[in-house]
């Protein structure tokens, strides 16, 4: 039985496999060979178990804002997403903010208080970016340079009061993109509502090196390993 594996995984194996910043070249039936793509199998089927178990994570942090923030969801006042970038949680800066003020006010502490909790209770592990955006109107009265700097300020208001809240610093970041990300037109007020808006997302863990060279060989891996079970078969 373990020669016929390792012919599997011996079998026509003469690609490169660039990890760790190293070339490996396979070469049929090489002992050594076989072993290392089984080695690098077992890293990727445990690196997949680690990204589900961290996705799982965000959707029971996903789960659980829903419950808290139903009332905002409710009223148009906030929404969750999950992306490729995270977990978005998006409210109209309305909610948060006077218009052209970077003050939270005081109505919007709790909502951004059950955000807090959340994020302590389910990703406390987790960095969090905070993102400022407004729509295209010009700054007329309110002082700010641009909606550059309105948008940043937004966006630093808020993680400071995570800051306080408890959350690490370290795992905290703020940018603003002034009206330079829309969702939607700003042609109509509608749409220039949706526009003014603060998003906090929660993010996924970043991948090593390592890891991201595994998962961008995994085709070949697996490819690997099928063809291996066939000639066993």
Request: net charge positive; proline share 3%; glycine share 6%.
């Amino acid at each position: 039985m373990t020669s016929r594996l390792q012919r599997g995984w011996g079998v026509a194996l003469a690609a490169a496999v660039a990890l760790s910043g190293c070339g490996v070249n396979f070469y049929a039936g090489r002992p050594s060979d076989v072993k290392r793509i089984q080695e690098l199998a077992g890293e990727l089927d445990r690196l997949r178990q680690q990204k589900e178990a961290e996705n799982q994570q965000l959707r029971d942090a996903k789960s659980l804002l829903e419950q808290r923030l139903q009332q905002e969801i409710a009223d148009k006042q906030a929404k969750l997403e999950m992306t490729e970038r995270g977990l978005v949680i998006t409210f109209v800066a309305e909610v948060l903010f006077d218009s052209g003020k970077a003050t939270l006010r005081p109505e919007a502490l709790d909502s951004l208080r059950k955000v807090a909790q959340v994020i302590q209770q389910k990703v406390s592990d987790r960095d969090i970016g905070v993102e400022g955006h407004t729509d295209n109107q010009p700054i007329k009265h309110s002082g700010w340079k641009s909606n550059w700097e309105l948008s940043t300020s937004r966006a630093t208001s808020v993680i400071h009061f995570f800051e306080h809240e408890g959350l690490n610093p370290h795992q905290l970041s703020a940018i603003g993109y002034g009206e330079y990300r829309p969702v939607t037109s700003n042609d109509m007020a509608d749409g220039r509502r949706k526009n003014r808006r603060v998003e906090i997302v929660i993010l996924p863990k970043k991948l090593t090196k390592h890891e991201a060279d595994l998962l961008r060989r995994a085709p070949e891996i697996d490819a690997y390993k099928a063809h291996a079970a066939s000639d066993i078969k």
